[in-house]
């Protein structure tokens, strides 16, 4: 198949993970939605012509729910090629739930081999957009790095806008950023989001800085990749158990800084989102009757192209199957 079609393709697996979830928007039930997001995820994935294979799911097990790792998805026909497959159907679960915003649905995809296969632990992140690329080191202070960013990116310490998530344990973080000056920008959920808000300029967004899960940070990698920016992360192993998952994906020193080359390897990577609820860059599903609209962006490396994709759903012919009870 072209390629072009795997981009289109994998656009119509993050809107139907959104459009499958979306319909319990504010209901509270944080496993109703994941469970139809993941619904949708696979319904979509049995229309692509790929050999899939999940390598960022949500656990090492086979569980009906949850997309483990090891999973096969798409078509596997003969003929078709193997690609690693990084996804998190809903990225916010708790924002559906809630009705709050910066919930999406992402996936990348890469040739077999060409993504990280990040433990489930936590992952300490920096990470800018094309015009701060090649100035932050995530060894240096937060000072230096804001200092930096501000004079690659032509602005005043006050203009400058991080972003960080509202968890207690960056509140010294938070507590930096705002005694060197700059614009805090708290969230609650979402990290994939957040980083991608770094590479465009009409987000007002210049940095992200903070400690999240690792599956995320190579998902936001493989978006940045794509985006011309930067991401810079550290692995965080809290016990011994998990200082051997990070020797099992290949990583023996775990203070090795890491940057977006070593998270995705290739160069033959897509990325796409469809946003649940407004985020900094996508508008959340809106719906009409039976008519719903989702905004999606995809991009690929190798051509550089970034487009957004604003589609009409007429929900009694969709082949996307929104469920009112599972």
């Known amino acids: 198949m072209e390629r072009f079609d795997i981009a289109m393709g994998i656009v119509r697996v993050t809107e139907a993970a959104a459009l499958s979830c979306s319909k319990y928007l504010g209901r509270g039930s944080v496993e ?35 997309l483990y790792i090891g999973e096969k998805v798409g078509m596997w026909e003969d003929g078709q090629e193997e690609y690693d497959i990084a996804m998190d ?5 708790i924002l559906v739930a809630k009705g709050s915003s ?25 990470a800018v957009g094309p015009k701060a690329k090649g100035v932050i080191d995530i060894n240096a202070s937060l000072k230096e790095n804001i200092y930096n960013v501000a004079e690659a990116v032509n602005k005043d310490i006050a203009e400058i806008t ?42 007002g967004v210049d940095m992200l800085i903070g400690i999240g899960g690792a599956p995320e940070g190579v998902l936001a990698a493989a978006a940045l990749k794509c985006l011309d920016g930067e991401m ?22 775990v203070n090795k800084v890491l940057g977006i080359g070593e998270l995705i390897t290739t160069n033959d990577v897509y990325f796409a989102a469809t946003a649940i609820t407004d985020c900094d860059i996508l508008k959340g599903i809106t719906y009409k009757q039976d008519i719903v609209k989702t905004h999606s962006v995809v991009m690929r490396y190798e051509t550089g192209v970034v487009r957004f994709v604003d589609a009409i759903h007429k929900l009694n012919s969709s082949l996307i199957n929104i469920r009112e009870d599972l």
Do not use: W
């Open 32 to 66: 109703l939605i994941e469970r139809a997001a993941v619904d949708g995820v696979r319904h979509a994935f049995e229309l692509l012509p790929i050999k899939g294979r999940v390598v960022i799911g949500e656990c090492e097990l086979e569980k009906n729910a949850i």
């Open 89 to 93: 159907p809903l990225d916010g679960s």
């Open 102 to 126: 910066n919930a999406i649905s992402v996936v990348a995809v890469a040739k077999k081999g060409g993504i990280f296969k990040a433990p489930q632990i936590y992952m300490q992140k920096i």
């Open 162 to 203: 991080v972003m960080i998530q509202d968890r207690p344990r960056h509140e010294n973080l938070i507590k930096q950023a705002r005694e060197i000056g700059v614009r805090v920008k708290l969230f609650k959920e979402g990290d994939v989001a957040a980083a991608l808000a770094t590479a465009f300029e009409d987000t």
């Open 232 to 253: 810079q992360v550290k692995l965080l192993p809290e016990n011994e158990k998990q200082v051997a998952m990070c020797k099992r994906a290949g990583i023996e020193d």
